[in-house]
């Protein structure tokens, strides 16, 4: 199994998947609340690239909980970007990129790039595991 672990500097865990709220924690059901594109991929999927925007700050993993569950199903979804954690643009861009050169070989390229305007977390944030 290949997946990226990151830490920020701040969050109490490490980041090893996507956050999301159960169907009970929505106003709208089942949701992930994380900012993530996918950018290129082949059909068979013998190359493909991503893009994760992991945020400096503390991840608000609770008040995003607490905002949706206190909303009803006639308001809008309370989202990543509306907590304000992207608010100054301090954030690191994490691009993963998955390539298979044979039936059982896999590369595998992780970069982090720091958009924020201070390094402070900068050489935390790069911390990242293949397991």
């Known amino acids: 199994m290949l997946r990226a672990g990151l830490w920020n500097g701040r969050d109490a865990?490490?980041?090893?998947?996507?956050?999301?709220?159960?169907g009970n924690?929505?106003?709208?059901?089942?949701d992930v609340k994380?900012?993530?594109?996918y950018l290129?991929?082949?059909?068979?999927h013998s190359y493909m690239?991503?893009?994760?925007?992991?945020?400096q700050a503390e991840f608000p993993y609770a008040r995003l909980i607490e905002e949706n569950r206190r909303r009803t199903r006639n308001d809008p979804e309370f989202e990543l970007l509306d907590?304000?954690?992207?608010?100054?643009?301090?954030?690191?861009?994490?691009?993963?990129?998955y390539a298979k050169a044979d039936q059982d070989d896999i590369l595998i390229r992780i970069s982090a790039i720091n958009r924020g305007t201070r390094c402070r977390h900068a050489a935390r944030a790069a911390h990242y595991m293949v397991s």
């Open 49 to 55: 690239k991503c893009l994760y925007k992991y945020p």
């Open 83 to 97: 907590t304000g954690v992207f608010d100054q643009n301090r954030y690191f861009d994490i691009f993963v990129e």
């Open 25 to 30: 924690q929505g106003n709208h059901g089942e």
């Open 34 to 37: 994380e900012s993530y594109f």
């Open 13 to 22: 865990i490490l980041k090893e998947r996507l956050f999301g709220l159960t």
């Open 40 to 44: 290129d991929s082949t059909p068979t």
